[in-house]
C-alpha cells in the first residue's frame, strides 16, 4: 500500500505563488510515477504535472506548462508542485497520486491517492 498525505493548500491572489508538498509511504515500486492531479467544483479531475520517481521525465498539462514545476526529494519520498502566476482558474481541489506504472496523469492510471488541499486563487 501507499500513504499520501499533501500540505501546502492555501488562498492566493492572482499572480501569485504556492508551494503542495505530498509526502508518500508504503511500497516505493507502487509509487515509480507520482502526479498531481486537481478537480473544481463540476469538473472532472484532471492531471496537472507527473514525474518519475525511478528516472528522468516530466508531464505538464497545457494549461500549467511555464507556471508549475513538479520536482521530488528522492531522500524524504516527498513530491512537489511549485505553482507560480496562479490564476483564479486555477482554484481546486489539488491531489497527490501514485502508480507503479508510467503516464499517472490519467486518472484511471492512478492507484492511489490523497486526500486533497483546497487551492483558491483570487482575482
Known amino acids: 500500500q501507499v500513504q499520501l498525505v499533501e500540505s501546502g493548500g492555501g488562498s492566493v491572489q492572482a499572480g501569485g505563488s504556492l508551494r503542495l508538498s505530498c509526502a508518500a509511504s508504503?511500497?516505493?515500486?507502487?509509487?515509480?510515477?507520482m502526479a498531481w492531479f486537481r478537480q473544481a467544483p463540476g469538473k472532472e479531475r484532471e492531471g496537472v504535472a507527473a514525474?518519475?520517481?525511478?528516472?528522468?521525465?516530466?508531464y505538464y498539462a497545457d494549461s500549467v506548462k511555464g507556471r508549475f514545476t513538479i520536482s521530488q526529494d528522492n531522500a524524504k519520498n516527498t513530491v512537489y508542485l511549485q505553482m507560480n502566476n496562479l490564476k483564479p482558474e486555477d482554484t481546486a481541489m489539488y491531489y497527490c497520486?501514485?502508480?507503479?506504472?508510467?503516464?499517472?496523469?490519467?486518472?484511471?492510471?492512478?492507484?492511489?491517492w490523497g486526500q486533497g488541499t483546497q487551492v483558491t486563487v483570487s482575482s
Open positions: 514525474i518519475y520517481t525511478g528516472g528522468p521525465g516530466t
Open positions: 508504503g511500497s516505493a515500486y507502487r509509487r515509480n510515477c
Open positions: 497520486a501514485a502508480s507503479s506504472g508510467r503516464y499517472c496523469y490519467a486518472a484511471a492510471n492512478v492507484a492511489f
